[in-house]
């Protein structure tokens, strides 16, 4: 972290020259030297910060220097070959983010840096069928997942008691050329066990919301046929104005999200 880096905490005559003036020029080595020492590592410590785990974790810092001088960083692009984010698995991110405005005199101070806006984060995060279901276990997932498969079986006599009465036993998922399969087991606080399994395609509408098509309820996971299930035909599953969705390729290989996200300061 720059804090641990003698030479990232700058003496008092820089931390001056690096408050807005009137001047409009940064050396090109006081630049170079800002972003590699001192700003760098800051934003890739925050980045670890908010994952559990991340492998082959690459960064690149582009600003001028009117914007770096007032705390903004003009573009970031991050890659990384796994990651881990809030019980979320992702085999490959490539993600841009542009004008990040940040706490820039406490960063060179060698404090953590911290974000003073929100920003838009664009890219693309794929997900292999064996990502995808280890996510499966994440708490973002599994009571959705679970209020789900409870809503498909409303109907049933076995299925009377509330949503938290009941927990997700055993979910999977399996994948296919433009369709997802999700199946599970519920099971009551009385020990009774229900399965549930729905295969369906997922179109985008409006960027933030995934619509079911010609969804199918099965006997099991791997069934190969299935009856139709109109009531859900179109059913929409909204993310959130935060999110923009662009393009979502799904193959047997795994999942592909390409779109932006609006990240908003803690």
Known sequence: MASNDPESVSDSSESEALQPSTQSEMPAAKQSRIISRVLSPAVKFWLKSQLELVENLALSIQSGDRQLLNGVIQTVTVSADRAIYQGLHFNQVRLTAEQIWFNLRQVVQGKAFQLLKPFDLQGSVHLAATELNSSLQSPLLQEPVKNFLLMLLQDEADVEASNAAWELKDPKIVLDVERITLG????????????????????????????????????????????????????????????????????????TCQGRIVVMPE
Do not use: M, Y
Request: proline letters at 4%.
């Open 184 to 255: 599970a087991v519920l099971v009551a606080a009385n020990g009774k066990e229900v399965s549930a399994a729905i295969r369906t395609r997922l179109a985008i509408a409006q960027g933030n919301c995934l619509v079911l098509q010609n969804p199918e309820w099965l006997p099991h996971i791997n069934a190969q046929r299935g009856l139709p299930i109109k009531e859900l035909e179109n059913h929409v599953f909204q993310l959130g104005s935060h999110v923009n969705i662009e393009n979502l390729l799904i193959s047997a290989d795994g999942l």
